[in-house]
């Protein structure tokens, strides 16, 4: 049985309410003003307490606010003789669940069973929420713990692959073989940064790209500069997430058109590889990746395998895009879009 607590200064209102509600369901208890009944609330645990609004000593609003203040606060139901309708705005601003306007006769407690009913019933699926809420960021805590955890042994093990990959490409003899391998090496690396920047930044699903891209960007040129033939790589990027696969297919398609015109766009010496990537709109990125070197006259770099391009295309594809080139960039210029997610 649910459990009330009324307030009320008029002892003949307490006896007819005591009988009343308990004729309906109710287990009630009662005071005689605001004071005790709050002594009373703080001690017992109320589903409900209903608060008289003209009262001696301190009136219902004052009750109410003290009532509000307890560490586990009931809901509350304002009862007034007054049909003012500020005295029912000020009980609502002040935190009560509901209003009933008190008059003579067996239909005001009809109103006041319904009223009672309806904020218990309200107060109940409110916890059962809440209840459910908590519960959910407990198992999504959990779940992005398993994650993180996931990303972190997967970007290790990728780094130890791709430390294998360098070791390989190391002990062969042959240049094309070995380039194969440094390709191969770098791409690897690429991925692997997706999953370090998951299980570092606090978000196991979205990657920052402008962190990650920074990273990359930065291995790339202390992979492709040397002291005779120096690159100058730059970036500029706009604060943009990606989720998860998004961001790995936008990597690799960096490092292979950053790689292609670190190897072909300058043959005569160094030379500078811009990457830019930026938002248009509420829900498309932009990527730009220029040189100012000797240009290309098809996909396919001059001296390349085609499977760099290969892998672009398919990039681009999981992307729901193409590359494109710009005809009028004195270099090479490759620009794709496509939707954040």
């Not at 490409?169 to 073989?177: F, L, S, T």
């Not at 996909?299 to 760099?308: M, Y």
Request: some cysteine.
């Amino acid at each position: 049985m649910d459990r009330i607590l009324y307030i009320d200064d008029d002892e003949g209102i307490r006896r007819l309410a005591s009988r009343a509600l308990a004729r309906r369901g109710w287990d009630v208890t009662t005071a005689d003003g605001g004071e005790l009944g709050v002594r009373i609330a703080a001690e017992q645990r109320f589903n409900l307490v209903a608060v008289d609004h003209y009262m001696p000593g301190i009136d219902g609003l004052e009750t109410l606010a003290r009532l509000r203040e307890l560490p586990d606060p009931p809901s509350v139901v304002y009862v007034t003789g007054s049909e003012e309708q500020r005295v029912a705005v000020a009980a609502l601003r002040a935190g009560a669940s509901d209003y009933v306007v008190k008059s003579v006769g067996d239909d005001f407690f009809d109103l006041l069973d319904a009223s009672f009913r309806a904020v218990v019933a309200r107060a109940r699926l409110e916890k059962q929420k809440t209840t459910a809420e908590e519960s959910l960021r407990v198992s999504n805590a959990r779940l992005e713990a398993l994650l993180a955890e996931v990303n972190h042994r997967v970007a290790n093990s990728l780094q130890l692959v791709s430390a294998m990959v360098r070791l390989q490409a190391g002990a062969v003899a042959d240049p094309a073989a070995r380039n194969a391998l440094d390709d191969t090496q770098r791409r690897i690396s690429a991925i692997a940064q997706v999953h370090r920047r998951l299980y570092t930044g606090g978000d196991v699903e979205q990657v920052d790209m402008r962190e990650y891209l920074g990273t990359l960007v930065d291995e790339l040129a202390e992979t492709w500069s040397t002291v005779e033939r120096p690159r100058a790589l730059r970036l500029a990027a706009d604060p943009i997430r990606l989720p998860t696969d998004r961001a790995v297919s936008l990597g690799v398609i960096v490092t292979e058109l950053v790689s292609n015109a670190c190897k072909y766009a300058y043959p005569a010496g160094s030379g500078e590889v811009r990457v830019g990537l930026h938002r248009e709109g509420d829900d498309v990125f932009m990527l730009a990746v220029e040189d100012d070197g000797i240009g290309m006259t098809g996909e396919i770099a001059p001296g390349g395998t085609g499977v760099g391009t290969k892998l672009i295309r398919a990039m681009a594809q999981s992307l729901q895009t193409t590359v494109e080139y710009d005809p009028a960039h004195r270099g090479t210029r490759a620009i794709v879009r496509a939707a954040l997610v």
